[in-house]
Every structure is written in C-alpha cells, then in structure tokens.
C-alpha cells in the first residue's frame, strides 16, 4: 500500500506487498527468460501488456511480494542490468 504524506509528498511504502515491474524487451522468449532468471523461485507472475507500434518491443508486467525497499530495489536492479532486456519501469 502506498501512503502520500502531505507534508512532503514523498511517498511511503508499507511493506510487504504487491509490487509490479513492467519489462520491456526485443524477443517474447528473451524477456520470459530473463524475468524467470532474476525472479528464480520467487513466487511471481509475467503477463504480457503489449507490442510496440512497429513490432520491434514488447513488454510484461511483473508482479511479486517485496518484503523491504533492499528487496524491492535489488528486483529492479537485476532487471535493469539483464542483457535480454532493454527498459524497466
């Protein structure tokens, strides 16, 4: 659950919880890969979300449970720097 604070609108996250990455990719099968290799046993799901205009990208929502901000930002780390995958949002 996400809490915004008035006073400084820095957004406070309660952990744990549903977190969701969205994975942006040249192949369907590269992307999968990929996911599944930074995720490993984690319980997860990919779902694709779509295709580019030309056809070139692809991209796949990845929903998990993090369980602290390490957790949260170390997901996404291992994403951005997979070679198979060109944006994570």
């Known amino acids: 659950m996400e809490?915004?604070?008035?006073?400084?609108?820095?957004?406070?996250?309660?952990?744990?919880?549903?977190?969701?990455y969205k994975v942006i990719g040249h192949r369907k099968?590269?992307?999968?890969?990929?996911?599944?290799?930074?995720?490993?046993?984690?319980?997860?799901?990919?779902t694709f979300s779509k295709t580019s205009k030309k056809g070139?990208?692809?991209?796949?929502?990845?929903?998990?449970?993090?369980?602290?901000?390490d957790d949260r930002t170390e997901i996404f780390r291992q994403l951005k720097t997979h070679n198979d995958l060109r944006m994570v949002l």
């Open 3 to 20: 809490i915004i604070n008035a006073m400084d609108r820095k957004v406070e996250i309660v952990y744990p919880c549903e977190w969701k």
């Open 56 to 69: 070139s990208y692809y991209s796949y929502e990845v929903k998990t449970i993090v369980h602290n901000e």
């Open 29 to 46: 099968e590269e992307i999968l890969e990929a996911v599944k290799s930074v995720m490993g046993e984690r319980p997860h799901t990919c």
